[in-house]
């Protein structure tokens, strides 16, 4: 019985249409038109290059958005290891055949498009990870035979982004891994033990990261420590959020942002610039808007049938809620800079392919709710 | 119905882990929340002061070069007051206009524009561009009268590299100019460089660049939204670099330039105890202020196609066959190792009866012939003959032993000077390994009156003339005052130690290193044997420098001339002997001299080389006769002011 049979009913398109989470969508469309604005005040109040660019990318990305959801969830069931492994051929390409900016490789030249692999990567790892445990039964998930593979799974991509070097997107990869293997239900022992471990081995971790990684992460305990180097992005983007005050300065009005102290403020300060601009009720609208997100993709989870659709919509919103949290907290000062942009608001055209993409299946698990995918 | 009462466990599985997961989201997302409000409510008016005058802005402030002097503290090297123009770039709205501007009232050629243009695409925004270094008196009021016309612009008053002496001393401190790409990579100027700051080139000024760059100072300003500096916060004072201290006597080499006007050649004299150099003179010179701008195409043409060759530093960088400077070296040699006795007779016949070796003939210079001759005879006279058999019988490898260790074939200053030469002194290892061929009877013969391979720089000789005379014991040739060398102890201890004429308990004929002050010699009798046929060179009769000698034992020295070819003399040449004058001056002989002085009790040895000068007893040595009498009359005030200094430190 190892081959898999796939229970499925027949949906009218009319059925298919009424399934659509049409709060999602609109959800989406907020958030997406938030950021165009966002990134036209990076520009100065200029309808210039990132401006036109990122409008571009939001509409042929959200269009693929709306077809794909009308895939299967059997579909990307079936195809799961194939999505894991294509992410993972094209890491292995960014090493030999990448191109190189500001000290790191990341990107394949698509010539429409400079792909980061490691923003798919995010996505597959999840697919791949619900896929896996969608099949393994309850029993078999503590033994160590079955906790072996996905780690070996999770390693390896997290060492070839960490190689570009990208410890960012590594770390969002390695903790959406590991949001999967805690909701298919390890033992929670080994969360505990391997958390201590880590901080355990903490000190030996620093000692291998390179230069200025290191200095990024001491400048995060006491940014005054060089106030005009690895400092300067913290203290800048943090009298940029504190000075917005209640209301913010006004769209158009950043003074910070205006001035070129941000560095980085169409992609990963992005969250800085809107929240100047904004201010306190601006951003907690904004984190609302996030939280509603990840709040209608934990509900399709909940209303879907099939482990790997439940596994795939949780793991995709744990995922979503690390990008948003881990973001926001290095530009408020409470996480080191890692560089991890937000999702759908910051510029880049990987980070937004893979967020759609990753939105699509949680779509088609939505329409395809019922479909019911055999275990064996 | 088991898997799917399993099914249904992991679906709950699956659902709870998610709600504990929901929870700590909800958790974390307050923790945002509340760092939002602790920023933006709570301490929003901090961050928004701070918003407000947030620009730090630094600008560095050049340091003054540290000051070079000389024995007496005479200033060699120093900082000169300078007008400048400088733009501070973020106060200016249109460059082209400004500079426009400028050019009128200074009247900058298209050339100069054009590198400024260069320059400002290189500058930070904020950074100040700096227009002319060297402003003349009128030019700069002439700024200051339209300077409400020109935004940004910002007379300065600097200082500059200056050197007083000019000409005199360009070989020695050497010259400053701007960095270039290499020398940023140093990493005593990338510590400590400002745009604009001069460094060293060559001399001093580039092996001292650690003492002398200093730090810079910084000063940082707050600045408004609009890039205008509101007011200064922080100055940290630059601190000027600290001061070189040489050996030099500045009048000594004034002297001694002056005696090689008009000519090409060295003089170099020095400490035969204490190893300071006194005098280092190269000539043609040239003027090292001229460099601290940036010299301009028709200086520098005339520099560099001057047939003389200012630019290369003759003193240590100038390579000749040392002649017959080098005979007291051979005799000592041959002495040391008893190859033969003082009193053997050998006759010079004169050019109709050379000497001969497997056929091939080596001349004596004297065409006549010296006749009879003993060793002190020979080097008085300074016999070839008697040279070709003493080397003959020496070999050239015991040879070599003897001249590496009284100081040459190794360069004389360290790392100093990155121009200065090693010269060569050869033996049959050297020959093999270098030209691959083996050596030859004849070579050593030539050799023995100081030609063929062997090659030595005035600086070189000066130092070997030193370690005979100080009775044979090595010292340690400095041209930067050692604050770690006592010099009264240091000549006490090689006095004393030639009074007590210790036993040698190291076998000196071997190939063995010397300490500093110890002796170098075999026996002791043997150095005195050479000091003594030197004083006969310059004090008795037929002596080749006999001319140029002094009766009064204050000034009395011995020496030792010498007259290197430039090339193979042909039995035509010997025919015809020509004088110099009548020879093309590239095929000249050059004129060496070496000498000590004063001959009871020296304390300073000199050598002098004129390129091309013809003969070493008529062009070399009147030239260190005159410079020994000003060295000895200018001793006293040299010893009581490093003896003041000593006592100080």
Not at chain 2, 588 to 596: E, G, I, K, S, T
């Amino acid at each position: 019985m190892l081959r898999e049979r796939i229970q499925s009913s027949n949906y009218s398109f009319l059925d298919k249409l009424r399934s659509i989470d049409y709060l999602l969508i609109l959800l989406i469309i907020a958030i997406g038109s938030i950021s165009v604005f966002a990134i036209y005040s990076t520009e100065g109040g200029k309808f210039s290059f990132y401006t036109k660019n990122h409008i571009i990318r939001l509409s042929v990305f959200f269009s693929l958005f709306l077809v794909l959801s009308f895939v299967r969830v059997s579909t990307w069931y079936k195809n799961a290891y194939l999505f894991y492994i294509v992410g993972l051929v094209l890491l292995i390409t960014v090493l030999f055949f990448g191109i190189s900016a500001s000290g790191a490789t990341r990107w394949i030249n698509l010539y429409f498009l400079n792909l980061q692999p490691s923003e798919l990567m995010k996505i597959a790892v999840i697919i791949c990870f619900a896929r896996y445990y969608h099949r393994i039964q309850s029993s078999d998930i503590q033994s160590y035979k079955f906790l072996i593979q996905p780690i070996i799974l999770l390693i390896i991509p997290c060492y070839l982004v960490i190689q570009q070097p990208d410890l960012g997107t590594s770390i969002l990869i390695a903790g959406s891994g590991i949001a999967i293997i805690w909701l298919a239900g390890l033992n929670i022992k080994y969360f505990v033990y391997s958390g201590l471990l880590l901080l355990v081995s903490l000190p030996f971790v620093i000692s291998v990261l390179k230069p200025y990684q290191k200095s990024r992460i001491l400048t995060f305990f006491n940014p005054d420590r060089d106030p005009l180097g690895a400092g300067y992005q913290i203290i800048q983007s943090k009298i940029a959020i504190g000075s917005g005050g209640f209301f913010g300065k006004g769209y158009l009005k950043g003074t910070q942002s205006y001035l070129e102290f941000l560095p980085e403020k169409h992609t990963d300060f992005i969250f800085t610039l809107f929240s100047e601009e904004f201010g306190f009720l601006g951003s907690i609208i904004l984190l609302f808007l996030y939280i509603l997100l990840i709040y209608r993709i934990i509900n399709v989870g909940l209303v879907s049938r099939s482990f790997f659709a439940k596994l795939y919509c949780f793991g995709f919103a744990t995922a979503i809620f690390l990008y948003v949290f881990v973001n926001i907290a290095m530009v408020l000062g409470m996480l080191p800079i890692v560089g991890a942009p937000l999702p759908i608001m910051s510029y880049g055209g990987s980070s937004l392919l893979s967020i759609m993409l990753g939105l699509s299946i949680v779509m088609s698990c939505k329409i395809y709710n019922q479909e019911q995918i055999s275990v064996y | 119905m088991l898997n799917r009462g399993r099914n249904i466990e992991k679906g709950r599985v699956i659902t709870r882990r998610m709600f504990i997961l929901a929870a700590a989201k909800i958790l974390l997302f307050a923790g945002i929340s509340s760092r939002l409000y602790n920023l933006q409510i709570s301490d929003r008016e901090k961050y928004e002061i701070l918003s407000d005058k947030n620009r730090i802005r630094e600008w560095k402030t050049p340091p003054q070069r540290g000051i070079i002097v000389d024995n007496f503290n005479k200033v060699l090297a120093s900082n000169d007051r300078v007008f400048q123009l400088h733009l501070i770039l973020d106060e200016i709205n249109d460059f082209d206009v400004t500079i426009f501007k400028i050019k009128n009232i200074i009247g900058l050629d298209q050339f100069e524009i054009k590198k400024l243009y260069k320059k400002k695409e290189r500058l930070k925004p904020w950074d100040t561009l700096v227009v002319s270094d060297n402003l003349t008196w009128e030019q700069f009021s002439k700024i200051n009268l339209y300077l409400h016309e020109l935004e940004g612009a910002k007379p300065v008053l600097s200082t500059s590299r200056f050197y007083p002496y000019a000409n005199d001393l360009a070989h020695i401190v050497g010259y400053v100019g701007d960095a270039s790409p290499k020398d940023l990579e140093k990493p005593e100027i990338k510590e400590n460089f400002v745009p604009g700051l001069k460094v060293g080139k060559y001399g001093i000024e580039n092996s001292q660049e650690k003492m002398l760059i200093g730090n810079y100072g910084i000063k940082r300003y707050e600045v408004n939204a609009s890039g205008k500096r509101i007011s200064q916060i922080d100055y940290i004072k630059e601190r000027q670099g600290k001061k070189v201290n040489l050996t030099i006597d500045i009048e000594i080499q004034k002297y001694a330039q002056e005696l090689l006007k008009g000519k090409a050649g060295s003089i170099c004299a020095m400490d035969i105890y204490t190893g300071e150099v006194v005098t280092m003179a190269s000539s043609p010179t040239y003027d090292p202020n001229k460099f601290t701008h940036g010299i301009n195409q028709k200086d520098w043409q005339e520099i560099k196609n001057n047939p003389l060759k200012p630019l290369i530093n003759k003193s240590i960088a100038g390579l000749y066959s040392p002649g017959s400077t080098f005979k007291p070296l051979v005799a000592l040699a041959a002495l040391e190792y008893g190859i033969l006795d003082p009193n053997k007779t050998i006759r010079c016949k004169g050019h109709k009866h050379p000497y001969e070796l497997y056929g091939v003939k080596y001349h004596c210079w004297k065409k006549e012939g010296h006749g009879y001759m003993k060793l002190r005879n020979a080097i008085k006279q300074s016999c070839d003959i008697y040279f070709y058999e003493m080397a003959r019988l020496l070999g050239v490898d015991k040879l070599s032993v003897i001249a590496k260790r009284y100081g040459l074939g190794t360069n004389v200053l360290g790392d100093l000077y990155n121009d200065e030469k090693n010269g060569l002194v050869p033996d049959t290892k050297w020959k093999r390994r270098a030209l691959e061929q083996s050596w030859y009877l004849g070579e050593t013969v030539i050799n023995g009156i100081g030609q063929g391979y062997i090659q030595t720089t005035p600086l070189q000789l000066c130092l070997m003339t030193a370690q005979i005379a100080n009775g044979g014991y090595k010292i340690k040739p400095h041209i930067i005052k050692d604050e770690s060398i006592n010099y009264k102890d240091v000549i006490n201890k090689i006095k004393l130690d030639q009074s007590n004429f210790p036993l040698h308990e190291r076998n000196y004929l071997d190939d063995i290193k010397v300490e500093f002050y110890q002796r170098m010699y075999h026996k002791k009798s043997n150095i005195n044997f050479v000091l003594d046929a030197m004083f006969g060179s310059t004090n008795e009769q037929y002596g080749t420098s006999y001319k140029s000698r002094y009766d009064d034992p204050k000034y009395q020295f011995a020496g030792k001339t010498g007259t290197s070819q430039v090339r193979r003399i042909t039995d035509l040449d010997r025919e015809l002997d020509l004088d110099t004058d009548q020879i093309e001056y590239k095929k000249r002989d050059h004129a060496l001299y070496v000498a000590f002085a004063p001959y009871k009790d020296p304390r300073y040895a000199i050598s002098v080389i004129i390129e091309h000068g013809g003969s070493g007893s008529k062009a070399a040595a009147p030239l260190a006769s005159k410079l020994i009498k000003r060295i000895i009359d200018r001793h006293k005030l040299r010893e009581q002011f490093n003896n003041g200094n000593t006592s100080l430190a």
